[in-house]
């Protein structure tokens, strides 16, 4: 089929058979890179230029080639990260859990959106099943939820409800004729809360951050006083961000005190659990990082982070039902999702952001139903015992030192350099060197002026040894950069 020298090429006639052969070589090629993973390496390190040399980008379009397409798939997989290797460290998620990759591909062979029953009448059903669960979980007996793109998303569905709740005309009028809104956030806050700012209207300088105490929470004195001084101004405090476990430090913002602020002063209180919100799973860490959840006017978390879904797959609830509802809701969508009140639970396109939904309840299910919630709380609770671990191994290294104490499942530390070196620069360049050498990918971030390396588990084929190993590797790399000239 393939022509290049110009002869028109022709797309083949049987889809049947074409679609047979396309899985065949495709399974063959998925199995050879999940078998190949151990003891190979995580990526095939190659620089922005050279790569885009190798992929040969600019090949002519239109030659209803299949060896050249799976070319591009082989090379893909070649040069790629591979995510479910335990030396790619660098994120909050990794390679996919089994049942959620199965859920996924289906999802994408039978390539249908979620918006309503009549389009997607399972994965409708399993995403409200999903939704009950999880309400029931966090303890929202009258709540309400959907599935989001993300926590970015999740948090400006949240700001937006939020600031619906100002006035019942605010909707349709806007904020023209309103009171200046503010809304609150740690400074250690997600970037995706000064997107919502932007979105619903109030404008990133109406999102005020809040400094962090020493152990990385939000300083809520100095949140009431700035409260207070909205007050003061005529403006209204209409929302307030908590984040459960931030992105560097792994800090959880204290839910009950802020939910006595909230209770004086009337605003929304929303937590952004995208990390930190899978706590919930295991009672033990739940009392510890979340008491009170179920008391906060929404809560969202990714259950393609901690709890190993495939990309993405996120859950927004809200403790009372209806608001998410009419938030959304606004313009004609009848003509699309044919939906009334009653059959909302059956066409949950016509309260979301989103007009085509990717089918995400099915691999979030599949998951849900082979892990268990005892599953997944002990694969919570086992990294946050290996996180502990690694804090220890850094404590009791002469080259390693914590740049701030851990506060759950973040450990952020860095190399020890002389007096003469700097050790922000020095950190950069063995996070860099780590990964051109091929040796890990590690996160990083800066606490204040300091730049750390940020150690995230989120990878259930990550152990002691492992962690160990990694450690031992990163420190001879940081000798033998030490010693160049
Ligand atoms: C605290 C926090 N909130 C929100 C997000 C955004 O999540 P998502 O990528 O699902 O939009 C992240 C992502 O890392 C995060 O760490």
Not at 181 to 191: E, I, K
């Amino acid at each position: 089929m393939s022509d290049e020298s110009g002869g028109r090429a022709q797309p083949p006639r049987t889809w049947e058979v074409e679609a047979f052969t396309v899985f065949k070589r495709l399974f063959k090629i998925i199995e050879q890179y999940r078998l190949q993973t151990r003891p190979g390496k995580y990526i095939a390190f190659q620089e922005p230029e050279a790569l885009k040399a190798l992929l040969d980008l600019d090949r002519k379009e239109g030659l209803y080639d299949w060896d050249l397409i799976f070319s591009w798939v082989e090379q893909y997989l070649q040069y790629n990260v591979v995510t479910h290797h335990p030396r790619f460290l660098n994120r909050m998620w990794s390679g996919a859990n089994l049942p959620s990759l199965v859920g996924e591909i289906i999802a994408a062979v039978s390539n249908t959106s979620a918006g309503t029953f009549e389009s997607a009448p399972v994965s409708t059903l399993m995403e409200t099943a999903m939704i009950q669960q999880m309400l029931e979980l966090v303890g929202y007996p009258k709540g309400e939820g959907q599935m989001t793109t993300g926590s970015s998303n999740a948090n400006l569905i949240a700001m937006l409800a939020a600031r619906n709740q100002i006035s019942d005309s605010i909707k349709h009028e806007g904020i023209f004729s309103e009171k200046e809104l503010f809304a609150f956030v740690s400074q250690d806050a997600h970037y995706s809360l000064d997107k919502a700012a932007n979105i619903v209207g109030i404008g990133s300088r109406h999102l005020v951050k809040i400094p962090v105490d020493e152990r990385g929470r939000m300083d809520l004195q100095l949140l009431e006083t700035n409260i207070q001084a909205v007050r003061q101004s005529a403006g209204v405090p209409f929302f307030v961000c908590a984040t459960a476990g931030t992105t560097v430090r792994g800090a959880y913002d204290p839910i009950e005190t802020l939910l006595d602020l909230r209770d004086r002063y009337g605003f929304w209180l929303h937590v952004d659990g995208a990390w930190g919100g899978a706590a919930i799973f295991n009672p033990e860490l739940r009392s510890r990082f979340l008491t009170g959840i179920e008391r906060v006017d929404s809560f969202t978390w990714d259950f393609h982070k901690m709890a190993g879904t495939a990309l993405m797959c996120n859950i927004l609830l809200f403790k009372d039902g209806d608001i998410l509802r009419t938030t959304a809701r606004v313009g004609d969508t009848s003509y699309i999702f044919g939906a009334t009140r009653e059959t909302d639970d059956l066409n949950p396109g016509s309260f979301s952001l989103q007009c085509g939904r990717r089918v995400d309840s099915l691999k979030w299910f599949l998951d849900w139903k082979y892990y268990g919630r005892q599953g997944l709380a002990e694969r919570v609770a086992a990294y946050h015992q290996l996180c502990e671990y690694a804090e220890h191994l850094v404590l009791q290294s002469a080259d390693l030192e914590m740049v701030v104490p851990r506060e759950s499942f973040n450990v952020c530390f860095r190399f020890v350099v002389p007096d003469t070196v700097s050790s922000n620069g020095f950190n950069r360049k063995l996070r860099d060197e780590l990964h051109r050498r091929e040796i890990g990918l590690i996160g990083s971030g800066y606490i204040g002026a300091d730049f750390c390396l940020r150690l995230l588990i989120a990878n259930p084929r990550i152990d002691e040894p492992e962690i160990a190993a990694f450690f031992q590797a990163l420190i001879s790399e940081g000798n033998r950069l030490l010693e160049q000239p």
